[in-house]
């Protein structure tokens, strides 16, 4: 089942303006993380936000997490057409020895020149 | 040069066929995983193995099969139980199970059914 849900599914935008995508989940996470795949291609990991975090920088990355909302939100700020990708949430959540990584459907961002 | 290879970057199976995708890491990492990406969908975890020897199973392990002999090295077996298998592999790793910080992708093996 997945456990995080991305918002927009789609994303167009113009070089230079920034780019909000939204990652809502169900049950309580241990942290969250943020991934771009281009296409064809394999999964590179950005950002990781813990539970007991609020605010994240990474360069033109800033994530946000709301634990009481189960929400998060990943901004690329002056975005470029090398940015087009797309973007997936993922949760790291369980107990025991049964925590897994569980990934949403991802946003496509197209920055167009 | 530190990273995770996936071989071959595309492959076809007949039916009835069975095939291995290989995942070979040099990143000295303990854990390892293989996902499954169908197009406009998430990741789907199909097995995971924490250490060396050991393996278990993810979301939709039917059809599938793995091995962990060596710590280096995580070989998916796509079976002829498998009905849909069309769909794109990718192979992760991360520096153990439980601190889980952050997986590292191979950059994938498309697998398409004749």
């Known amino acids: 089942s997945q456990q995080g849900e991305e918002d927009p599914q789609a994303l167009s935008i113009q070089e230079g303006e920034n780019a909000t995508m939204n990652c809502s989940y169900k049950?309580?996470?241990?942290?969250l993380q943020w991934y771009r795949q281009n296409s064809g291609r394999g999964l590179v990991h950005l950002i990781l936000?813990?539970?007991?975090?609020r605010e994240k920088h990474s360069g033109r990355l800033r994530v946000t997490l709301d634990t009481s909302k189960k929400s998060s939100s990943l901004l690329i700020t002056a975005s470029r057409a090398a940015d087009t990708a797309s973007y997936f949430c993922?949760?790291?959540?369980?107990?025991?020895?049964?925590?897994?990584?569980?990934f949403g459907k991802g946003t496509l961002l197209t920055v167009n020149p | 040069d530190g990273g995770i290879t996936q071989s071959p970057k595309y492959l076809f199976r007949k039916e009835g066929q069975n095939v291995t995708l290989s995942c070979e890491q040099n990143l000295n990492h303990d854990a390892m995983y293989w996902y499954r990406q169908d197009p406009g969908q998430g990741l789907r975890l199909i097995y995971y193995?924490?250490?060396?020897?050991?393996?278990q199973k993810g979301d939709i392990a039917e059809g599938y099969s793995v091995s962990r002999e060596k710590k280096e090295s995580f070989p998916l077996t796509v079976t002829s139980a498998q009905k849909n298998p069309t769909a794109f592999y990718l192979c992760?790793?991360?520096?153990?199970?439980?601190?889980?910080?952050?997986?590292?992708f191979g950059s994938g093996t498309q697998l398409s059914v004749l």
């Open positions: 049950t309580s996470i241990n942290n």
């Open positions: 936000i813990r539970s007991n975090e």
């Open positions: 992760a790793s991360s520096r153990d199970w439980a601190t889980n910080e952050k997986l590292f």
């Open positions: 993922a949760t790291y959540a369980g107990g025991g020895s049964n925590y897994k990584l569980t």
């Open positions: 193995s924490q250490i060396v020897n050991d393996f």
